[in-house]
């Protein structure tokens, strides 16, 4: 596998159930970035992680968690999630933390029932 | 603060003709700009990028954009669309030197008409 890999691509979930969206890069990146795209929003930044430590949180919810245990793969753990939540979460990973060229995975589709 | 206007959200434009899909920006600072593509049920991809030098920028597909400091502008323009140009585009802004934080526009939707 090359490039940003996110698994699953679809997700489904009730408000009370926890899930977890995967992201691994196989670039060699340092920094790696969660994503939340809503239809007609900019893109909203969630966190950052360089050299597997948090050093961005965008005021996100404590419904999300993030988690980093390696430079080549993060997490994001959901549990009681709103409807609202629904979305497209997209990975990236960028060579240093200075992340002027970030690279994108497919995105994991969710939806909040 | 700093933010991106996408002017156009959905630009229509039939086959082999130019199109310019328009971004603005707002900074005080210095400012690295980016464009980013995104295909149906993918995820995004870089485009083309401004860091410093030549204000004219070449980037994959045939694209190209300008950096215009006076207008805070960083319009994309391909000369000739094709279908498979289909998609949607986002300007992206960041800080120089410490850039982790990116700004993105709320996109523009080109649909190449056959």
């Known amino acids: 596998e090359t490039g940003v890999t996110q698994t699953p691509r679809h997700l489904v979930m009730g408000m009370t159930n926890k899930k977890s969206l995967k992201c691994e890069q196989h670039?060699?990146?340092?920094?790696m970035y969660w994503y939340k795209q809503s239809a007609k929003k900019p893109l909203e930044l969630m966190f950052v992680?360089?050299?597997?430590?948090?050093?961005e949180n965008n005021s996100v919810p404590s419904r999300f968690s993030p988690e980093c245990p390696n430079s080549s793969h993060l997490f994001l753990h959901l549990h009681t999630l709103q409807p609202e939540d629904s979305a497209l979460y997209l990975c990236?990973?960028?060579?240093?933390?200075?992340?002027?060229?970030?690279?994108f995975g497919p995105g994991t589709r969710l939806t909040v029932t | 603060a700093q933010s991106v206007t996408q002017l156009d959200s959905q630009v229509p434009v039939f086959e082999e003709a130019p199109v310019e899909l328009r971004c603005n920006y707002s900074?005080?600072?210095?400012?690295?700009l980016f464009w980013y593509v995104q295909y149906p049920n993918q995820g995004l991809q870089l485009l083309l990028k401004?860091?410093?030098?030549?204000?004219l920028v070449k980037g994959i597909n045939g694209f190209e954009a300008e950096f215009n400091k006076s207008q805070t502008s960083f319009h994309l323009r391909k000369p000739s669309v094709h279908i498979s140009d289909t998609a949607e585009y986002f300007c992206?802004?960041?800080?120089?030197?410490?850039?982790?934080?990116?700004?993105f526009g709320t996109g523009t939707s080109l649909t190449v008409i056959p």
């Open positions: 900074s005080s600072v210095s400012v690295y």
């Open positions: 990236a990973s960028s060579q240093d933390p200075s992340g002027y060229e970030q690279y």
């Open positions: 992206a802004v960041t800080h120089s030197p410490t850039g982790n934080q990116f700004y």
């Open positions: 670039l060699g990146h340092n920094a």
């Open positions: 992680y360089n050299f597997k430590e948090q050093t």
């Open positions: 401004y860091l410093s030098g030549s204000t």
